[in-house]
């Protein structure tokens, strides 16, 4: 069974920071896009950032460019996603997912809180 385990959440006021991190299995993180989403209580998941595999190429939603960076650390299978100037927005669950050829993997997520 693939797991994605995220960890660095929390309660955090605004203007604040937070680095939350996804760790993977290796064949998963050296082949598959890494994606962040965050899921508002009663409303579809949006993506966030994503990271693929090689280059690195990487994606901001535009709510986010310029606040969030995500990267990854291919010696510890890891990636992260480094939120900084939040906004009480920001609150939400993260998830982390893999994005693979044949199968996609999901993290359980890990909740951020941004009090004002």
């Known amino acids: 069974q693939v797991k994605l385990v995220e960890s660095g959440g929390g309660s955090v006021q605004a203007g604040g920071s937070l680095k939350l991190a996804c760790a993977a299995p290796?064949?998963?993180?050296?082949?598959?896009?890494m994606r962040w989403y965050r899921q508002y209580p009663g409303k579809d998941r949006e993506m966030v950032s994503s990271i693929d595999s090689a280059r690195p190429f990487r994606i901001h939603a535009e709510s986010v460019k310029g606040r969030f960076t995500v990267s990854r650390d291919t010696s510890t299978n890891t990636m992260f996603l480094e939120m900084n100037t939040l906004k009480t927005e920001d609150t939400a669950l993260y998830i982390c997912a893999a994005i693979c050829t044949i199968s996609s993997y999901w993290g359980q997520g890990i909740q951020v809180t941004v009090s004002s």
């Open positions: 290796k064949f998963v993180f050296s082949n598959c896009e």
